[in-house]
């Protein structure tokens, strides 16, 4: 069954560094997105991305963030200069854009900033 | 604008017990509604899901039915196991995107 993988599955970086993390969307999907968890609590939008653009962002994904489909299949979430609330699980998702608006998500990465 | 309300957790059952987990939504028009999953360190999975008014998800059990006259999906198991022990997100389909309420996390014990 095809599945949306994340690389790092942990990554652990100082302040003020960048960090990208990578994600392979499902590949016949057209939407691509990025989510946020903090420890314990609720799973928040970041930015979503249709027709390698930035479709929709949040108030949180402001000029730190950055995202980029630089080869057709890797989808990329760059954090330029990293803080300590940055700390976080990020998912990526992918979907159809159909009717049901079904998103299948990866396992996350988490990102530790000290 | 959009957004999902759940129930506060931690709710916390024996085997064999009933589960309710409430969820009610605010939205224009008829979004899809979700279950999402996420068992201890790992990422979300969905559960079920309903299009379309009057609609019933399920899946491994669970069920929950998209209510139009009060904006709810209620999520219902009749015999919840230990293994359903999780945080279960409930989510809406809004302009391409999901939202997603803040969870309600169920332990089960034996």
């Known amino acids: 069954e095809p599945e949306v993988t994340q690389t790092p599955s942990h990554q652990v970086t100082q302040m003020g560094q960048e960090v990208i993390l990578r994600c392979v969307p499902i590949s016949n999907h057209l939407y691509f997105y990025w989510y946020r968890q903090i420890l314990g609590q609720k799973v928040e939008f970041l930015v979503s991305f249709y027709n390698n653009e930035i479709s929709e962002k949040s108030e949180i994904f402001d000029d730190q963030f950055s995202v980029e489909r630089p080869d057709g299949s890797n989808f990329t979430l760059k954090i330029r200069s990293t803080k300590l609330e940055d700390s976080a699980m990020y998912f990526c998702?992918?979907?159809?854009?159909?009717?049901?608006?079904?998103?299948?998500f990866g396992e996350g990465s988490r990102l530790t900033v000290l | 604008g959009n957004s999902v309300t759940q129930m506060e957790g931690p709710v916390t059952l024996s085997e064999e017990a009933f589960l309710t987990i409430n969820c009610t939504y605010t939205?224009?028009?008829?979004?899809?509604l979700f279950w999402y999953v996420q068992y201890p360190g790992e990422g979300l999975q969905l559960l079920l899901k309903a299009t379309k008014a009057d609609d019933k998800g399920s899946n491994k059990g669970f069920e929950a039915t998209y209510r139009k006259e009060t904006t709810s999906f209620h999520l219902e198991k009749g015999s919840v196991q230990v293994s359903d022990s999780a945080v279960y997100f409930c989510?809406?389909?809004?302009?391409?995107?999901?939202?997603f309420g803040s969870g309600t996390r169920l332990l089960v014990r034996p």
């Open positions: 998702a992918s979907g159809q854009g159909d009717d049901t608006g079904e998103l299948f």
């Open positions: 989510a809406l389909d809004s302009s391409y995107k999901l939202i």
């Open positions: 939205a224009t028009g008829y979004p899809s």
